[in-house]
């Protein structure tokens, strides 16, 4: 039975967000988007300079761990007064069904709420199945947003909550 808990990550905790996803990242997005993009998005988002920038400019990532290993990760920044993005959530694929998304989400929703959130947003690829999942968790869909990622296009949903 899984025992899941979160941390806060700091720049210390980068190649543990990178070796999770090394192993989520092309399994995500194999079906959506050509191997070149899944590459160049990679290293655009993920290498440790990138990460650290992140952090520097005000995304909390937060760290699942299943016992003492750790399986997932989370980011969230304030967008505007009352209002969060979640930019990122990825559990490793073998955790998928276990409740650690779930778990993931739940407690990145607790942070931000307790920050003085009261609405999450996040986009999804529009043709990511994990739009399902965030649609149980509550989000709904309120507009679509192309963007362009160097020569490459993400074409997303933008989802909200409410958080109560």
């Known amino acids: 039975m899984p025992s899941f808990a979160t941390l806060r990550a700091s720049v210390e905790d980068i190649p543990t967000i990178i070796a999770i996803q090394e192993k989520t990242w092309e399994p995500t997005y194999r079906d959506i988007l050509s191997k070149d993009q899944i590459d160049y998005m990679f290293e655009k988002i993920y290498s440790p300079g990138s990460l650290a920038g992140q952090m520097q400019s005000g995304q909390q990532f937060l760290i699942l761990l299943d016992g003492n290993r750790a399986v997932g990760f989370s980011s969230v920044s304030r967008e505007a007064p009352g209002k969060?993005?979640?930019?990122?959530?990825?559990?490793?694929p073998a955790t998928q069904g276990t409740g650690a998304g779930k778990y993931l989400l739940q407690e990145t929703e607790?942070?931000?709420?307790?920050?003085?959130?009261?609405?999450?947003?996040?986009?999804?690829?529009?043709?990511?199945?994990?739009?399902?999942?965030?649609?149980?968790?509550?989000?709904?869909?309120?507009?679509?947003?192309?963007i362009p990622i160097g020569p490459y296009w993400m074409n997303d949903y933008i989802l909200e909550k409410t958080l109560n």
């Open 84 to 92: 969060f993005k979640l930019h990122k959530i990825y559990v490793l």
């Open 110 to 146: 607790n942070y931000v709420k307790a920050g003085g959130g009261k609405v999450l947003s996040l986009n999804v690829n529009r043709y990511n199945k994990a739009k399902a999942f965030y649609e149980k968790m509550g989000f709904r869909v309120v507009g679509e947003r192309d």
